[in-house]
């Protein structure tokens, strides 16, 4: 047995392991994402049964085996219920976990990310704001925590800070109405959608899931992530594509 580690964690995916385990994929604090052996949690009186699921936020016990980490102990803090009484709220729920996954690492600091992903669920679980709303307000503040903020403060092309109108992800940020901007990507976006873009990227993680967008500035929002997200992380998410079916 190597030492224990205490450490809170959200679970981002599990898998039974034969008859009784559970192999799970840990997002932490200390320790960044780790992959977690639990040993017979799938029996009904197992202690830790409600902390090894798919959103389950807690303080667990760990310690570094030969191949992965092993879980000793395990106490709840948060399961998130409410996302799991609504299929669209739960599908937006798993598109956060399969995000986490993706772009974190073991021996990562997760600190700022991991502080987002729960006032995320927060907010949806609470239902605090629509979760079409809270996902891409996530977006916009993990993508910038992992370095790839757009540049909001003017234009992008000529930093004119007058009459910006336009959003461009081949650029990376906001363009003014100059027509001769040779940019064939850029989104025209109102001043709703341009305040709330700016906002999000400038104030603390606790207070920006605290608004509510117009129809049509969501939409905005919605096309520039579609297009930043997969453009910079060079991934497309499958859970995205199955909420389409929804």
Same mark, same amino acid.
């Given at each position: 047995m190597g030492n224990q580690i205490k450490t809170k964690a959200i679970v981002l995916h599990e898998m039974p392991i034969g008859d009784y385990d559970k192999r799970l994929v840990l997002l932490t604090k200390e320790l960044g994402k780790i992959t977690v052996f639990v040993k017979g949690v799938r029996r009904s009186n197992s202690k830790m049964l409600s902390c090894a699921q798919v959103f389950a936020y807690?303080?667990?016990?760990?310690?570094?085996?030969?191949?992965?980490?092993?879980?000793?102990?395990? /106490? +709840?803090?948060? $399961?998130? %219920?409410?996302? #799991?009484?609504?299929?669209?709220?739960?599908? !937006?729920?798993? !598109?956060?976990?399969?995000?986490?996954? $993706?772009?974190?690492?073991e021996d990562m600091d997760n600190v700022d990310l991991m502080h987002l992903l729960l006032y995320a669920l927060n *907010?949806?679980? %609470?239902? #605090?704001?629509? *979760? #079409? +709303?809270? &996902? #891409?307000?996530?977006?916009l503040k993990a993508m910038s925590i +992992?370095? $790839?903020?757009?540049?909001?403060?003017?234009?992008? &092309?000529?930093?004119?800070?007058?009459? &910006?109108?336009?959003?461009?992800? /081949?650029?990376g940020g906001l363009l003014c109405h100059d027509k001769n901007h040779p940019v064939k990507d850029k989104i025209k976006i109102n001043e709703a959608t341009l305040y709330a873009i700016r906002y999000i990227l400038s104030k603390p993680m606790?207070? &920006?899931?605290?608004?509510? +967008?117009? /129809?049509?500035s969501l939409i905005e929002l919605e096309f520039i992530m579609n297009q930043f997200v997969p453009l910079n992380l060079n991934k497309k998410f499958k859970t995205l594509d199955f909420l389409l079916t929804l």
């Open positions: 807690g303080d667990f016990i760990v310690s570094k085996g030969k191949n992965c980490y092993n879980v000793y102990e395990a /106490q +709840l803090i948060e $399961y998130f %219920h409410g996302l #799991r009484m609504d299929m669209e709220d739960l599908t !937006y729920g798993m !598109y956060l976990m399969e995000f986490m996954a $993706y772009t974190t690492h *907010a949806i679980n %609470h239902k #605090r704001m629509s *979760a #079409r +709303l809270a &996902i #891409r307000i996530f977006e +992992l370095g $790839y903020t757009p540049w909001v403060n003017d234009c992008a &092309i000529c930093h004119d800070d007058k009459n &910006i109108v336009f959003f461009s992800t /081949q650029i606790k207070d &920006i899931f605290s608004f509510e +967008l117009e /129809q049509e």
